[in-house]
């Protein structure tokens, strides 16, 4: 598939080429998508293979109903209000609703991060902060976790955000704000270390 | 000594968006520049921001692509039996309705269905059955019947005069 001659096309330029037949676009919209949405869906479903099921199907009802996109919203807030969608029901089906206001009770939660370092202790030791940055979210308010979520790992903008969860944009900012301060406090240990 | 909040009290009135304390106005900056308390706070908020940026991120599998191309293909097979064109699929139901009726035609034809209203309209054989009282016995049976009953009193009394002389 031809990347490079996709690489200045923008998601909603491509939304409207597949609604046209070009299917290498509806292609390009997933490989923009998947890896993003794979990460974002798996902090609320801990499992990898269940927060895949979610992309795929998520890209699955993309593809169907195509032509129910309208200009009006930004791709990405219609890609990822579809895939929040499917891992609220996901998640309400499997009673694991306790999921989206994280206490990290058990602290058991199996994170398979994928890790890309051949050096022999700092996979463990990456893998270790991993583990206790994702806790440290998840123990934030779930209006908290939502944004830093949605901004640090997606790396959306603020009227992304805004867009998406349908709050002003401020509103998302002063969250924000309040979130990392609350994380500033939760990671102060590591922040030390990192100084 | 009280520790100083004012950068902190910025930030929670969102006076000072968190994600630009590396573009602190110049006012601030000499404030910064002369309390430790809100340089450290500047300094731990670039790092936290740090910190997750660089998390670890999970990739699809290597099959992802292939599996969705499949549920795609299964989708759309269903997708386009449900969403047979109107005329199809009343098509579809007339024919079935016709079925039936032809059937019922046929059946009733053959004689095997006689309502009583109708009398023998739809019968041309001698047997008939009755929807409202039931299975009634064949009009050949009870011939047959009271034939046999007749020849039982016929040998009853035949039985009884002989016992009699």
């Known amino acids: 598939m031809g990347m490079i001659e996709f690489k200045r096309v923008t998601d909603e330029e491509l939304m409207f080429r597949f609604q046209n037949g070009e299917e290498a676009c509806y292609e390009e919209l997933v490989d923009r998508y998947k890896n993003k949405l794979l990460n974002h869906i798996f902090y609320y479903m801990k499992d990898r293979e269940s927060a895949e099921d979610i992309v795929q199907d998520t890209f699955i009802r ?63 030791l990456k893998n270790e902060l991993n583990d206790i940055i994702m806790s440290r979210i998840d123990e934030l308010d779930e209006k908290f976790k939502e944004i830093v979520l949605l901004r640090d790992i997606d790396e959306m903008s603020y009227e992304e955000i805004a867009a998406l969860l349908q709050i002003p944009t401020g509103t998302v900012k002063s969250r924000l704000n309040r979130a990392r301060l609350n994380l500033r406090d939760a990671l102060s240990d590591y922040v030390k270390k990192m100084k | 000594m009280e520790k100083c909040c004012k950068i902190k009290k910025m930030i929670e009135n969102t006076e000072l968006e ?62 386009d039996k449900d969403s047979a064109p109107f005329f199809t699929r009343a098509f579809y139901y007339a024919a079935g309705i016709a079925a039936v009726v032809v059937g019922f035609f046929y059946i009733s034809s053959t004689g095997i269905i006689e309502s009583p209203e109708q009398g023998n309209a739809f019968a041309t054989g001698g047997v008939h059955i009755s929807s409202v009282e039931g299975i009634e016995e064949p009009a050949e049976m009870k011939d047959s019947l009271h034939e046999m009953r007749r020849v039982v009193i016929d040998d009853e009394e035949l039985r009884m005069r002989v016992a009699a002389e």
């Open chain 1, 62 to 124: 993309v593809y169907v109903n195509k032509d129910k996109y309208k200009e009006i919203a930004k791709v990405s807030t219609w890609v990822y209000t579809i895939a929040n969608n499917l891992a609220k029901t996901a998640l309400s089906r499997s009673s694991k609703m306790n999921a989206f206001s994280i206490t990290g009770k058990d602290g058991e939660t199996d994170y398979e991060i994928k890790d890309k370092n051949s050096s022999t202790d700092e996979p463990v």
């Open chain 2, 18 to 79: 968190v994600d630009l304390v590396t573009e602190i106005p110049s006012e601030l900056q000499t404030h910064i520049d002369e309390c430790e308390e809100c340089a450290d706070l500047i300094r731990d908020l670039k790092s936290v921001s740090g910190i997750i940026k660089n998390t670890e991120r999970l990739t699809v599998s290597k099959s992802f692509d292939e599996n969705l191309r499949a549920k795609i293909r299964v989708s759309m097979h269903h997708n």
